[in-house]
Nanobody, 124 residues
Framework: QVQLVESGGGLVQAGGSLRLSCTAS????????MGWFRQAPGKEREFVAA????????YYSNSVEGRITISRDNAKNTMYLQMNSLKPEDTAVYYC?????????????????WGQGTQVTVSS
């Protein structure tokens, strides 16, 4: 059973930075993709970024590209989301996700496993 555990959320002022982490366990897939979604209060859950575990290929939503970097540490089975120049509209619960395969996917139903989420709050 795949388990995803997020950490690193918190309260930060606008313009500040945070780094989220997601440690995965139980992967039996030969290839897989991991990523992040977020859900702001009263809004739909939306795709943020994804990374192909084998080759490190990345993909970002237009709303965060240039401010957010997704990366991974193979040895630690951990994925990171470095968020810079944070804005109040980045306030949301951030979810770590994973799926089998090496194709980038951006839809919620593309991902089979979800973490419990970590809250990010950006104050103005």
């Amino acid at each position: 059973q795949v388990q995803l555990v997020e950490s690193g959320g918190g309260l930060v002022q606008a313009g500040g930075s945070l780094r989220l982490s997601c440690t995965a366990s139980g992967h039996t897939f030969i290839t897989y993709t991991m990523g992040w979604f977020r859900q702001a209060p009263g809004k739909e859950r939306e795709f943020v970024a994804a990374i192909v575990w084998t080759d490190g290929g990345t993909y970002y939503s237009n709303s965060v590209e240039g401010r957010i970097t997704i990366s991974r540490d193979n040895a630690k089975n951990t994925m990171y989301l470095q968020m810079n120049s944070l804005k109040p509209e980045d306030t949301a619960v951030y979810y770590c996700v994973t799926r089998s395969g090496s194709e980038i996917a951006t839809r919620r139903d593309n991902f089979d496993y979800w973490g419990q989420g970590t809250q990010v709050t950006v104050s103005s």
